[in-house]
């Protein structure tokens, strides 16, 4: 009597270990998956965090070249002489113009090539039209700088 019960004990033991081992079998398994969803999801987001940082270096990279761009006019034409960051000098603000540009949906590219009336300030548009004989003489990657720095100020 004493060895059936001994021997159901063991099976017990047997069948225990065994289920309790299979359920750390699928618990090990589950996290397996989850480790390798996470490594996914973070080398996923590794990858888009640095597809991100380069498209705003690139971005800057242009902005900065505007800034360039627009400094290389003459006294008469240059930019800053009439424009102003975030305050209205003679001309509006980078920050109106980016805005308005923003909301309208404009193409600044165009307005420096004279192909698109200006939206910003038309009643003033006189003492910009000057400006753009010279705007035109240049490259459309020039104008583009050009945009780019101004739509820093959105
Ligand atoms: C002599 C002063 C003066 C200079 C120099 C000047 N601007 Fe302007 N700018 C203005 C005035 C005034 C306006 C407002 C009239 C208008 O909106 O067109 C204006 C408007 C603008 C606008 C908005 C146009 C719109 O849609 O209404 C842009 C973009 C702009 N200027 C870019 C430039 C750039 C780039 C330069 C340098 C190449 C420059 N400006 C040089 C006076 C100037």
């Known amino acids: 009597m004493k060895k059936v019960f001994f021997a159901a004990l063991l099976l017990t033991g047997v069948a ?6 299979k359920g750390d079998k699928k618990a090990d398994k ?53 424009h102003k960051a975030d305050a209205k000098f003679v001309g509006p603000s980078y920050k109106e113009i980016a805005a308005k540009y923003k909301a309208e949906k404009g193409n600044i590219v165009k307005f ?6 200006p939206i910003v300030d038309p ?3 006189a003492i910009m039209k000057a400006n753009l004989a010279e705007t035109k003489k240049r490259s459309g990657d020039d104008l583009a700088a050009i945009a780019a720095y101004i739509r820093t100020f959105e």
């Open 16 to 21: 225990f270990t065994f289920t309790s081992c």
């Open 30 to 82: 589950a996290a397996e998956t989850t480790k390798e969803v996470v490594k996914e999801v973070e080398e996923t987001t590794t990858k888009v965090v640095e597809e991100v940082k380069e498209v705003v270096a690139e971005l800057s990279a242009q902005a900065q070249k505007g800034l360039e761009v627009m400094d290389s006019f003459d006294a008469a034409n240059k930019c800053a002489a009439c």
């Open 112 to 117: 420096l090539k004279e192909q698109a009336d």
């Open 123 to 125: 009643p003033q548009f």
